[in-house]
């Protein structure tokens, strides 16, 4: 049965969906069977993988407001074993519907749990919030990954992200872990950079991923090409940080390599 994971962080622009997408098709060229659920209004993550939806498109909102089976919103992207669930800007108001719902915190959960028999690995790419689709995010997973970009203001909201999983697990998800801390936006020439990297190691050094990503232009100009970047440029950095984030959080869960 498959491992589902979310990738959080309330604050926008840390390399969340960068994470999602690149982590997700990095496992799957190492072969896994990988499904991205795109939970984000924006749906970068979908664009990331060259998604485009149509009228037809099935959405995780209509699975989790509408019913659908998860099954019928899946769908191939370019790389062989990675699958995409993608969203829509109709998850805007998907919170507002949900206020109603009973185990409105558990839609998600319902509505995806048949697929861990399908997956190696399920990632959820979350908005930048702690709203409703954030917290059936983290109902729904089995571990959380945080990006932290390497600036002192991302460390600002940290704590209380920290906080919000201790919640989650001790009301709606008790074997909610935390996968990780992944830094992010790392760039050696700022001392500030450095300095985010020694503070986030000394104060959750158990919980800390080895692997930093760092800046990288090729990184940043994938999504715009609808690809992730083991598909847009195999020789970057950016790729290389990202295989290396595959290799080890592969280590972490037990796997050979």
Same mark, same amino acid.
């Given at each position: ?85 993608? +969203?829509?800007? =109709?998850? &805007? ?5 949900? %206020?109603? *719902? !009973?185990?409105?915190?558990? /839609? ?86 450095? +300095?985010?990297? =020694?503070? &986030? ?5 158990? %919980?800390? *991923? !080895?692997?930093?990503?760092? /800046? ?42």
């Amino acid at each position: 049965m498959g491992k589902i994971v979310a990738i959080v962080n309330q604050k926008g622009g840390v390399g969340k969906t960068t994470t999602a997408v690149n982590l997700a098709a990095s496992l799957a060229v190492l072969d896994f069977h990988v499904l991205l659920i795109d939970a984000d209004p924006q749906a970068n993550a979908s664009s990331g993988v060259g998604f485009e939806p149509t009228e037809e498109s099935i959405s995780i909102y209509d699975c989790m407001i509408g019913n659908r089976m998860a099954a019928e919103a899946i769908t191939k992207t370019q790389i062989a074993h990675l699958d995409l669930l993608p +969203a829509t800007i =109709d998850l &805007v108001g998907a919170e507002i519907e949900m %206020i109603s *719902f !009973d185990r409105r915190e558990y /839609r998600m959960k319902d509505a995806i749990y048949t697929l861990k028999n399908d997956y190696d690995f399920i990632f959820i790419d979350c908005a930048p919030s702690l709203g409703l689709i954030t917290l059936n995010a983290l109902v729904a997973a089995d571990s959380v990954i945080i990006p932290v970009q390497c600036e002192y203001f991302a460390l600002e909201g940290l704590g209380k992200l920290l906080n919000t999983v201790r919640l989650v697990q001790s009301n709606m998800n008790p074997d909610l872990a935390i996968e990780g801390i992944l830094l992010t936006m790392y760039s050696s020439r700022y001392k500030s950079s450095n +300095a985010v990297v =020694d503070d &986030v190691k000394l104060h959750c050094k158990d %919980i800390v *991923f !080895d692997t930093i990503v760092s /800046r990288n232009v090729r990184l940043s100009e994938a999504p715009s090409f609808g690809k992730p970047i083991v598909l847009y440029d195999v020789q970057s950095r950016g790729n290389t940080n990202y295989l290396n984030l595959a290799k080890e959080f592969l280590l972490k869960n037990g796997y050979t390599i």
